[in-house]
């Protein structure tokens, strides 16, 4: 749940500053706006399911409060400074989310986890099916994880090749 409250900052980060630089030059981003706020509303929609599951503490909440600050000042000099770097860094946290997904299927598939029913906000965000359990939540994590993971290396190669994302198509609408 930690990682999830900051994953959707990176997206949240990536669209406001391209929104102003936008704004500013007076010209359109090739959608990558579109692409990193659907990837931070996606991360948000991922923490509010596992919100359902977990049902925090007020300390838990507290240490989100916390680290989220932190995290969303470091990320936002990181992106002015070289959003090449803040990409190719939000990639990787993508990798960990996606080998942690991979171990809580894994441990749904052994009986470690109870495979509940899915939380009503999970069903209807993902368009589950009404039977839809936990596991089929994960499944649809994990994969909306990867997606990001490959945006996120993707918007740093292009940086490393000397372009700019406006140059080239965003991936959007995976959802």
């Given at each position: 749940?930690?990682?999830e409250t900051v994953a959707a900052v990176p997206g949240m980060v990536g669209g406001l500053l391209l929104h102003c630089k936008s704004l500013r030059r007076f010209e359109h981003s090739g959608g990558w706006?579109?692409?990193l706020l659907e990837e931070s509303e996606n991360e948000r929609m991922h923490l509010m399911t596992f919100m359902e599951v977990a049902k925090p503490k007020w300390y838990e909440r507290a240490l989100v409060f916390i680290v989220q600050g932190i995290f969303f000042n470091a990320y936002f000099l990181a992106y002015v400074t070289s959003p090449k770097l803040a990409h190719r860094?939000?990639?990787y946290l993508e990798e960990e989310a996606i080998y942690s997904y991979t171990k809580f299927l894994k441990d749904l598939n052994e009986g470690k986890i109870e495979n509940r029913p899915a939380p009503a906000i999970a069903i209807d965000y993902w368009r589950l099916p009404p039977d839809a359990m936990r596991?089929?939540?994960v499944v649809v994590v994990k994969a909306d994880e990867a997606h990001h993971h490959d945006v996120n290396h993707f918007a740093s190669d292009i940086h490393q090749q000397g372009h700019e994302l406006k140059e080239h198509p965003a991936p959007i609408g995976y959802h």
């Open positions: 749940m930690m990682l706006i579109k692409a860094i939000t990639g596991r089929d939540v």
